[in-house]
């Protein structure tokens, strides 16, 4: 996959992510941050906060 760059990916926390809990955090969603940091590795974007 390749992101061009100078793009900005954006992914929904709640109910995306991790369960929706709102207010609270809910649980990781099955291969949610696994996806992301694999996505990272593989592209030029970079992950804040995860």
């Given at each position: ?23 609270k955090i809910g649980k ?23």
């Amino acid at each position: 996959m390749i992101i061009p760059s100078g793009k900005t990916i954006a992914i929904d926390f709640d109910g995306t992510i991790v369960e929706h809990a709102y207010p609270k955090i809910g649980k990781k969603m099955l291969f949610a941050f696994e996806t992301i940091r694999e996505l990272e590795k593989r592209t030029s974007i970079g992950i804040v906060d995860l």
